[in-house]
Nanobody, 125 residues
């Protein structure tokens, strides 16, 4: 199993970034994919998740209305479109995958076995 994130960078407050996570080594439709972030000195936290099969999605409150998760099953790729970025969004963003993880558990990092290496997102004020 391999997950490779890309798309991070430096952006001004109010700007946008689109993160990508290319996956391989598993049947995409059988997995739940999640985006997480970890700021310096803080614990890793859930951002958003999507079912590779059903397409349901979930967002944490701080990003609702600003971030959108989506997937392209043909490319085994999950995306995170981030608009209206704020300095508080600054973190390393990680993609994760777990076999048939339920919606109610998908925001918890401990539920995932497979992780990417992360991509840095820095939002300047």
């Amino acid at each position: 199993v391999q997950l490779v994130e890309s798309g991070g960078g430096l952006v001004q407050a109010g700007g946008s970034l689109r993160l990508s996570c290319v996956t391989s080594g598993f049947t995409f439709e059988d997995y739940t994919l999640g985006w997480f972030r970890q700021a310096p000195g803080k614990e890793r936290e859930g951002v958003s998740c999507i079912s590779g099969g059903d397409g349901w999605t979930s967002y944490v409150d701080p990003v609702k209305g600003r971030f959108t998760i989506s997937s392209d099953n043909g490319k085994n790729t999950v995306y995170l479109q981030m608009n209206g970025l704020k300095p508080d969004d600054t973190a390393v963003y990680y993609c994760a995958a777990q076999y048939r993880l339920a919606l109610q558990a998908c925001q918890f990092p401990i539920e995932y076995d497979y992780w990417g290496q992360g991509t840095q997102v820095t939002v300047s004020s």
